[in-house]
């Protein structure tokens, strides 16, 4: 046997004055899956063949009339598994920073140990590439040009060589 319907009528007069006010047909459905249930005695499934929707978005759309005033809502945002705060993560890396200020070359490796050090245990490596990316830290690519190459050598060179390159000529 279903379980009795227990709908407040303050539910039911918010979900009357959303009919009313109603801009969007979503906004109507909303209001009618309350009222159908609570006033016409209709159970959910049945609620759900008349408006067109499924069973589930019957008792969602009562949640989300039950709790439109609410000015206190949750939401899923923030850092849950967060091994250290925003100021200990900068602390850990003001010691790198003042390598990287001075022209050094990082590499993540290293980071990545002392990491797992200072938390004390593993972390995957995608926790310290997460890391470096929230403190702004980004990859730098290397000049494209060899450091001892000679520039006038490679222009001198494009001038005198040949514009098509031929095989060797055979020998018969």
């Known amino acids: 046997m279903a379980r009795k319907k227990s709908i407040d009528p303050k539910d ?8 009313d006010q109603a801009a969007t047909i979503s906004e109507y459905r909303k209001a ?11 159970d959910a499934d049945r609620a759900a063949d008349v408006l067109g929707i499924s069973r589930r978005t019957v008792f969602r759309d009562r949640s989300n009339i039950r709790s439109q005033d609410d ?11 967060s091994v250290m705060t925003i100021e200990e993560e900068q602390e850990f890396l003001s010691r790198w920073q003042e390598q990287a200020t001075q022209g050094g070359v990082l590499t993540i490796p290293p980071i990545h140990a002392a990491l797992v050090e200072r938390i004390g245990h593993i972390v995957p490596l995608s926790t310290t590439y997460r890391l470096l990316a929230r403190h702004g830290w980004r990859k730098v690519q290397p ?4 450091p001892k190459s000679d520039s006038e050598a490679q222009e001198e060179f494009k001038k005198n060589s040949r514009k098509q390159w031929l095989p060797p000529a ?3």
């Open 32 to 42: 009618l899956s309350v009222i159908l249930v609570a006033e016409y005695g209709l």
């Open 12 to 19: 039911i007069q918010k979900a009357k004055q959303l009919r």
């Open 143 to 146: 000049d494209t040009k060899h």
């Open 71 to 81: 000015t206190s809502k949750r939401t899923w945002g923030g850092r849950r598994n």
């Open 170 to 172: 055979r020998k018969t």
